[in-house]
Nanobody, 114 residues
C-alpha cells in the first residue's frame, strides 16, 4: 500500500492550492479517505474526509467554506482544493484512509505567508 501526496507549495495569504493524493496497492474506492495536516509542534488533525463514493464530505470548522475535498476513484486519487489560504493553514498535509489502516505517506508541505 502506498499513498503519495503532491501539490504543496508556498503561497501568499488569500491564495489557492490543490493537493492530490494517489493510492496504490489497495481498492481505493472501498475506503473513506481523509486529509490531515500537522503544523510544527502540533498534533496531526483531520481537515476533511470523503465517503467511498464521494457523496458525503465533512470539513473541520477551521476550513469550512474554504476547502473542498473530492475524489476520482477511476484514478485512485483524492483531492483537496484549498482557497483563501491563511498563514494558520501552513502545515504538512497528508492523506490516509479514515479508519487508519494504512501507513502515512510522506506528506506535502504548504506554507502560507502573510
Amino acid at each position: 500500500v502506498q499513498l503519495v501526496e503532491s501539490g504543496g507549495d508556498s503561497v501568499q495569504s488569500g491564495g489557492s492550492l490543490r493537493l492530490s493524493c494517489t493510492g496504490s496497492g489497495f481498492t481505493f474506492s472501498g475506503f473513506e479517505m481523509g486529509w490531515y495536516r500537522q503544523a510544527p509542534g502540533k498534533e496531526r488533525d483531520m481537515v476533511s474526509s470523503i465517503s467511498n463514493s464521494g457523496g458525503n464530505t465533512r470539513n473541520a470548522d477551521s476550513v469550512k467554506g474554504r476547502f473542498t475535498i473530492s475524489r476520482y476513484n477511476i484514478k485512485d486519487t483524492v483531492y483537496l482544493q484549498m482557497n483563501n489560504l491563511k498563514p494558520e493553514d501552513s502545515a504538512v498535509y497528508y492523506c490516509r484512509d479514515v479508519k487508519g489502516r494504512f501507513d502515512w505517506g510522506q506528506g506535502t508541505p504548504v506554507t502560507v505567508s502573510a
